[in-house]
């Protein structure tokens, strides 16, 4: 009898990864009967091993393959070859004092894309990850609420290029790759599947409930979405994890600030920070940072320039948001900066939107009576960021500083931006004519009064305990805050509330103004009756955002115990239609609480502020004025990690989706 051959015979399998790994019969349906009565469709995925061409897809053309090295004229293949090593070895950029003309080109740009192909050891897991993206008419749902409800304030996302990668990855990734019938890809579509999940997880921060995605999952209240948006998160960390960071993309670049969007919502500032980090490094690297000209030659069609002239205009975007949350972050939150002013060269972007198709499109800024842009909020925030370089290179914010003339100065600069601002978003007599056609214009408006007189409490924070005219700049600063954080609060929904500033900025302002009036009762009447309202108003809408933020129901009390301490030092005379507002009786609510009904105040009465407890004597004893007001008044004041040292920190409840708790597996209907 013949000898065995030694070469195994191998079945090819057919079943999905799920059936053939739990030895069950596959109808090799996509999603299987198996996988759809286990309620796990999102997990059937097929391997293959069979290679085929991009070109063997229908209607679609292949995109080019770019040597992402650029010879050095006169220099040899093998040259250039050995000087990318040695790059690559010893860590160094290869681009020059300009950005990379190919290093971040990708599916969203109009030129050739690098083709990449994972190892077999990495496939199957990466397709397992990306087969758990929900149906792509949830996924359509979700996207279209980020950029309805969030991207306005974010400004992370361009939809454009957003909408030209999620086609790619439904062409050539989910389509092509998960089924085995492509092999390569350009890098940023692999990334993409990691972007994805976390804008899903953002948008269900923000979802509304009676949507399809919340009856299909069954997320219809908030525990349940913030679950599932955790869930997703993690599978976007998971894909980073797998791929690696070593060879960035723009992509990859929006999924990290994505992540730091999403933890900063869950209030995670501190992860937030770190992932920030990542996410500057992979820029800088790709050399977002530096200036990049566009030029238009004799071989090239009007319509390509124009593609690449908005191109680089959507990365001057993306590294502006970049650099105003770092700048913000070191100066507000006491982070030390990642970036620095001197090692930049990018020039700002233009304040205008992006048109749907860039390449019609000349670069222009917007007119008088054009539509307001987008984007003049963020470009704000970046001037005001620059403005956080000189003031730190100057030791403005720092009690020692020699001369306390430049703090007026940096003042006066702060005005003059605002004083420069377009009239649709200026908040001091703006134009309202576009506020019915333009959804987000009011809450951009507020958005830039916070920014500024944050970042003038801020300023002012750390000379308040030696100068009476600081300490009067900074409680009118901290009034303003609160003020714009009361109308802004009211133009959002319920469904909102757990938006990061909602809460860090009213927090910031409230303890900042109880504490001082503890230490400084102020002289004038009405001041001190302005400062009372506008706290009670923050701890009412701490409250309302208590089910969705940690920070609010941490910082909420502490600043419950603040402010009875300040009331000690500064008895507020409530008017007549205030009178009992903490013990609890039936009346009508603070006149600052506009758009509140009186159901409202009264619908969580346990959690209420008209029920709050009145600490005795010893209690409030206990707090000593005198050292929180040093401690508010530092330069380098943490207010998340001072709540967190006077032992008020709340840790998130379990299943809340904010800690670490993320066993969720969403029911298909």
Known sequence: MPGRSSATRRRQITSCTECYRRKQKCDRAKPCNICVNRKVPGKCAYSSAVRTDLSSLPQVSRPSIANPQVPVEGETPAATSRRQLLSDQAGYLS?????????????QDSGPAQLRSLPSSMKDKFRDLASQLPPPFLARELVDGYFSEA??????????????????????????????????????????????FQTLAVALQFLPPNTLTTRVFQVEN????????????????????????????????????????????????????HVLGSAVRMAQELGLHLHSEVYQTRDSKVEDTLNQLWYEEYKRRLWIRLFAWDSHMAFTLNRPRIIHLSDCTAKPPLDCDLPFDPSVAVPTVVGEHDPPSSFTPHLFQYSLSRLVHEAMSLNANKRDVKDYSVVKKIHGEVLSLLDNLPAVVRHENPNVSWDNRCSHLAKQREQIATS??????????????????????????????????????????????????????????????????????????????????????????????????????????????????????TPFEPTSGEQGIFAGQSNPPNPLLTDITVSQLHSSPEQSIFRLPVLNGSELDQLNSSIMFTNVTEANFDMTLWIQQMGYWENPAQGSGTGQDSAFDPPFE
């Open 151 to 196: 991207n306005w304030y974010f400004g992370v996302l361009e939809q454009h290029y957003f909408e030209k990668l999620y086609t790619s990855w439904r062409t050539f990734g989910d389509l092509g790759f998960k089924d085995g019938k492509v092999e390569e890809l350009p890098q940023d579509v692999f990334h993409f599947p990691a972007l994805l």
């Open 95 to 107: 681009i020059g004092d300009s950005a990379p003309s190919l290093g971040d080109r990708g599916s």
């Open 452 to 569: 500024a007189n944050s970042f003038l409490l801020a300023l002012y924070r750390a000379h308040a305990r030696d100068r009476r005219e600081s300490r009067q700049a900074a409680v009118q600063a901290a009034l303003s805050i609160l003020a714009s954080q009361e109308r802004l609060f009211n133009m959002m929904g319920k469904h909102a509330y757990n938006l990061y500033i909602l809460t860090i900025y009213s927090l910031d302002a409230s303890i900042f103004l109880s504490v001082t009036l503890a230490e400084h009762p102020l002289t004038d009447i009405d001041l001190t009756s302005q400062v009372h309202r506008a706290i009670r108003a923050a701890l009412y809408r701490l409250q309302l955002a208590m089910e969705r933020s940690q920070l609010a129901r941490s910082g909420e009390r502490i600043l419950k115990l603040c402010y009875q301490k300040m009331e000690r030092s």
């Open 222 to 273: 908030s525990s349940d979405r913030d679950r599932l948006s955790q869930m997703y998160g993690e599978k976007g960390m998971e894909i980073m994890t797998l791929l690696g960071r070593e060879d960035p993309t723009i992509t990859a670049v929006q999924h990290d600030l994505m992540r730091g969007v999403w933890l900063k919502n869950c209030s995670r500032g501190k992860e937030a920070w």
